[in-house]
T-cell receptor, first 110, second 112 residues
């Protein structure tokens, strides 16, 4: 079974803080993704990575950056958190086709 | 880029009846169309997918149909049960691209 884990289920941060969300997969998948999920907006792609140290912008990259130093780990970074980044963040990985999701991190920025 | 529209946003059906969720896509190069189910508080999970070389695929009570000419695909759930209550997402992906574009989701409620 593919396992995708995320560092926190719930996180509360203050405006202006630097926030790190981490995702780890154990199936040697090449591709990893970060989405945010908001009611009525579905799953929107922030960034994805198809190899170590490679990254590509998704549909809503503004205010975010990512890091992939090891194949199994993909980090999402909010350089200066803002209240409009309060959301559910989902990580996923894939080899070919099916994406496997992590449990999500509900981030609240106050 | 790809744009995927999904309807309806909410759907309530009586237990035992059928449910249909529809999606349209814009990029004619898309050739892979998965459907994900997300139960309350859980992660999205793939329930069925279809590739562009087939028009229909079934797996027990769920089926997906694809009309490439019209650029739309649909999820059909027959004999609905309470455990079918969830949010369903359609998605589309172009050949050679690992990136999925998701629809906005349909909240399906099965009324006992």
């Amino acid at each position: 079974d593919v396992k995708v884990t995320q560092s926190s289920r719930y996180l509360v941060k203050r405006t202006g803080e630097k926030v790190f969300l981490e995702c780890v997969q154990d199936m040697d998948h090449e591709n990893m993704f970060w989405y945010r999920q908001d009611p009525g907006l579905g799953l929107r792609l922030i960034y994805f990575s198809y190899d170590v140290k490679m990254k590509e912008k998704g549909d809503i990259p503004e205010g975010y950056s990512v890091s992939r130093e090891k194949k199994e780990r993909f980090s999402l970074i909010l350089e200066s958190a803002s209240t409009n980044q309060t959301s559910m963040y989902l990580c996923a990985s894939s080899l070919k086709g099916e994406q496997y999701f992590g449990p999500g991190t509900r981030l609240t920025v106050t | 880029g790809e744009n995927v529209e999904q309807h309806p946003s909410t759907l309530s059906v009586q237990e035992g009846d059928s449910a249909v969720i529809k999606c349209t896509y814009s990029d004619s190069a898309s050739n892979y169309f998965p459907w994900y189910k997300q139960e309350l508080g859980k992660r999205p999970q793939l329930i069925i997918d279809i590739r562009s070389n087939v028009g229909e695929k079934k797996d027990q009570r769920i089926a997906v149909t694809l009309n490439k000419t019209a650029k739309h695909f649909s999820l059909h759930i027959t004999e609905t049960q309470p455990e079918d209550s969830a949010v369903y997402f359609c998605a589309a992906r172009a050949f050679g691209n690992e990136k999925l574009t998701f629809g906005t989701g349909t909240r399906l409620t099965i009324i006992p």
